[in-house]
């Protein structure tokens, strides 16, 4: 079977070295030496100064909410993972959906201002597929407005705009390190701030508020373990690596699929991808669905990244209407793609979906 994607996992007997080290020093929580050493590496790999590793992608985003001076409503963009919603609603915010642009699929800046009121706290975006937002426009009406910028940077973790990584930019951007990701700690996440005023409330809240006995305000368990940590020192050196051979499966669905029955994002200029995902936008959503099925049917399994259009919800109730999103989720598939993919799979996928369209 080959799945929409599959978890590297790095050489067995290092990882083993990483354990031997735990095991020697016996700790294995509460910000231990690997999940500092890895903080570290991570700071140096992406270039930036306020990073801090945490329990999973999900947590960071509540986190960074949880900074804002009161709940209120959170602009966001309805084209993304769940989580991305979610995590306003659990934090007592009210999400305000504003439509895409139809090439990049990343929230559309022309609309938000229009969605500004005077409860607005945030702006919570997506880099969707690792595709960069317009950060710029952004953070133009962000000033305007006394806004926070949040980037939900879940798919956005290696690629690059403008020389700076794509996590450089927003008062946040948050990460997942879940197993799917190009870049794992098996469960894990890290939240970048891009102020120095923002580390201690970000130390405290991941470690439930307090320094040793004494206790300053509401925080929870966003730590992570020195296990996970191991898994993120074996892989971090080999993203780059990672990222040449999923280019390299990338280039080859570009090469042979017919472009004349289907579309794809526009990358943005100045974007180096990461080539995190590889979505395809089908003519109808019937025709999306009979190559879904015909892939299935042959063992291949591919996903509705992102699916419904998040402002569809059942659990919402008068959302607004975003009819670019709900077009666009409608028709979007996700390939098979991970860095270990055969190209002979990759010319049976393209000769299936090309013999049906």
């Known amino acids: 079977m080959i799945n929409v994607t599959k978890t590297y996992l790095p050489d067995f007997d290092q990882y083993v070295s990483y354990l031997r080290k735990i095991w020697d020093k016996a700790i294995l929580t509460n910000n231990g030496p690997l999940a500092q050493e890895l903080e570290q590496g991570l700071k140096e790999y992406l270039g930036v100064d306020h990073l801090y590793f945490c329990g999973n992608g999900t947590i960071v985003l509540q986190m960074a909410l949880k900074l804002l001076d009161e709940p209120g409503e959170i602009i966001t963009t309805p084209f993304s993972y769940v989580a991305t919603t979610n995590v306003i609603l659990w934090e007592n915010s009210t999400p305000v959906f504003v439509d895409i642009d139809p090439k990049t699929y990343c929230i559309n800046p022309e609309l938000i201002e229009a969605a500004v009121t005077e409860r607005t706290r945030a702006i919570l975006a997506t880099h969707v597929y690792g595709n960069a937002c317009d950060v710029e426009a952004i953070e133009k009406i962000a000033k305007k407005h006394n806004l926070i910028v949040i980037y939900d940077g879940a798919h956005a973790f290696g690629a690059t705009f403008n020389g700076r990584s794509l996590l450089a930019y927003g008062d946040f951007s948050t990460c997942s390190f879940h197993a ?86 526009h990358w943005v200029e100045g974007l180096v991808r990461n080539y995190a995902y590889y979505p395809v936008v089908f003519e109808s959503e019937s025709k999306m669905l009979d190559i879904r099925d015909e892939l299935v049917k042959n063992d291949i399994i591919p996903r509705r990244y992102f699916y419904p259009s998040l402002n569809k919800l059942p659990f919402l109730k008068d959302a607004e209407s975003c009819p670019v999103s709900e077009d666009i989720s409608l028709r979007v598939l996700c390939l098979p793609l991970h860095a270990e993919l ?16």
């Not at 098996?186 to 040793?212: S, T, Y």
């Not at 730590?223 to 080859?252: F, T, W, Y």
Request: aromatic share 8%.
């Open 180 to 265: 799917t990701k190009l870049f794992h700690t098996v469960e894990g996440g890290a939240i970048i701030a891009n102020d120095a005023k923002w580390h201690e409330k970000l130390h405290l809240l991941r470690a439930f508020g307090h320094r040793g006995d004494d206790y300053y305000f509401v925080g929870i368990n966003g730590k992570n373990s020195e296990v996970h940590a191991a898994m993120g020192l074996c892989n971090l050196p080999l993203v780059p690596d990672l990222i040449q051979a999923r280019k390299a499966v990338c280039d080859l669905y570009t090469e042979l699929l017919d472009w004349n029955h289907l579309e794809a994002p």
């Open 342 to 357: 055969p190209h002979e799979d990759v010319r049976r996928i393209v000769e299936l979906i090309n013999q049906n369209l």
